[in-house]
């Protein structure tokens, strides 16, 4: 390893070198932050560019535009509730709350420096025990893949705080509409009323740019205010930008833990940094002592997803590069941007080709800290966006979002079906139901019911050898105390404000 560590540092810091993971850092902040633009695209139309570089240079390019596309969709989902990809959902439940506060220079503050940490760690990660961890992920089969879909699921639970009742209803809505399109074991259509694109489901974008975009958008067009803060006259752009030390004393164990979570739904084959981000939301409440302040402007609730979605990327590149095993769509256009360079993914990348892949490994740092400079460097400009007026902001939200439903699949269904979830999230806002169990049903409902199958079908229709799997049953307890513990502790607080009164 050693051998190949010095030669890939000097390669790093060549003037050629910095230039282009400098430029592979502004693409992936622009890709991540336009609604519809996602990571797997990102990395997609920058696989050409690599064509006539040296494969070190090329895939350094690759790096920087996955690391920091995933970052970029932070900001716009803290500034004007547009996530600019799934792995920002979470990230709006506390980060606009902090903007309609006035404060979303801190929340950019919290956000970047959650993703620096989430990046560096999964980096290191990579570098270090890669190997072991790709080792790890073969011991998923069907029925921990099905654990870990109702683990997901099981965020409805935290995320439905104030009406569970309400929760339940949409994340049972989200797993109706998410039986959409042919059925994977059986080839037979479900619910595409004769509309062949309909076969593979209802896409994921459209879907999340209606429910938190575009609905957004139909909001403040309908209200009276100017702006989508309440006083931004007062909004100053001189407030520190960095967290302060008693911010970071509050979120270091949480930025940690979330980074944790990623880097292990990272390996897994199939996950990505979406599942990542509730699933570290959901911890962050659970572990919290004020629960409650979650989705009201809560720095944890930013903390938690955004290093979270960052740990990922490292993460999933532990089986592409070791066993050729893509964890998500993005190393799957990665994988391709190898094989391309000549490089195929297995033990002779870290051997044979071991200064190439070694200078992957290390640009992923310098990345991580580029994309950190540019966010914080920024900030105080990106802040400005929330002083446009509402008369200007929402055409351009609305402009935004019909092009990023559009250019996915090129399919002006899309673009109806951005309305039509568009038109369900302002209602559901309106008579407060939560959008998001249905986007997590969306991501997850097709898993959920792919593994479930495979399982029965692997144990002959039985489910009981899945309680004998050490791995499956510490998943089953992990569901149950995801469960239990909100449920348990909203009984605690009724009581207590009952013997109040």
Do not use: H
């Not at 986007?439 to 019911?449: K, N, S």
Request: hydrophobic letters at 50%.
């Amino acid at each position: 390893m050693m051998e190949y560590l010095l030669p890939a540092l000097g390669n790093i810091f060549e003037p050629e070198a910095i230039f282009i993971l400098f430029v592979g850092t502004i693409a992936g902040l622009i890709v991540g932050s336009l609604p519809g633009l996602s990571s797997t695209m990102g990395v997609a139309l920058a696989i050409p560019l690599t064509f006539g570089m040296d494969p070190k240079i090329g895939l350094m390019l690759l790096g920087a535009v996955y690391c920091s596309s995933v970052y970029g969709g932070s900001l716009t989902a803290i500034l004007i509730r547009t996530p600019g990809t799934d792995a920002s959902i979470a990230t709006t439940f506390d980060g606009f709350p902090l903007t309609q506060q006035g404060l979303a220079g801190k929340a950019i503050g919290i956000s970047t420096i959650s993703s620096l940490v989430g990046g560096i760690i999964s980096a290191m990660a990579l570098l270090c025990i890669a190997p072991f961890l790709a080792k790890m992920a073969l011991k998923f089969g069907p029925s921990e893949y099905f654990l870990v879909g109702l683990f997901g699921l099981s965020v409805i639970i935290s995320v439905s705080s104030g009406s569970y009742l309400k929760g339940l209803m949409t994340g049972a809505f989200g797993l109706l509409i998410a039986t959409t399109g042919m059925d994977n074991f059986t080839g037979f259509p479900r619910f595409i009323f004769n509309n062949d694109s309909l076969l593979d489901g209802i896409p994921i974008l459209p879907a999340l740019i209606g429910l938190f975009s575009l609905s957004q958008a139909i909001k403040i067009s309908v209200s009276d205010k100017t702006s989508i803060i309440d006083n931004p006259e007062n909004l100053k752009f001189t407030d520190r930008i960095l967290p302060e030390k008693e911010d970071m004393k509050r979120t270091w164990k949480t930025m940690l833990r979330s980074s944790i979570i990623g880097v292990i739904v990272g390996i897994m084959p199939g996950a990505g940094t979406g599942i990542a981000a509730f699933l570290s939301y959901n911890e962050a409440k659970r572990a919290s002592k004020n629960p409650e302040s979650f989705g009201k402007g809560n720095i944890e609730g930013v903390a938690a997803p955004e290093a979270a979605n960052n740990a990922v990327t490292g993460g999933s590149l532990v089986p592409a590069l070791t066993l050729g095993i893509p964890g998500n769509a993005v190393t799957a256009v990665f994988i391709g941007g190898l094989t391309i360079q000549g490089l195929i993914p297995g033990p002779n990348l870290f051997t044979k080709y071991g200064e190439i892949t070694y200078t992957l490994l290390l640009s992923l740092f310098v990345a991580n800290i580029m994309f950190a400079i540019i966010g914080l460097a920024f900030a105080k400009q990106f802040v400005k966006i929330v002083k446009t007026p509402t008369k200007v902001l929402a055409p351009i939200i609305c402009v935004l979002s019909i092009i990023g439903a559009y250019s996915i699949r090129n399919n002006f269904l899309d673009v109806w079906l951005l309305f039509g979830f568009g038109i369900l999230g302002y209602f559901m806002e309106r008579f407060e139901f939560s959008p998001t169990p249905i986007v997590l049903a969306l991501i997850l409902g097709p898993m959920v019911e792919a593994e479930f199958r495979r399982t029965l079908t692997l144990f002959q229709g039985s489910l009981v050898p899945v309680l004998f799997r050490p791995i499956s049953l510490f998943i089953i307890v992990l569901i149950i105390i995801s469960v239990v513990f909100p449920l348990v502790r909203e009984l605690r607080r009724e009581r207590q404000l009952a013997s109040e009164k």
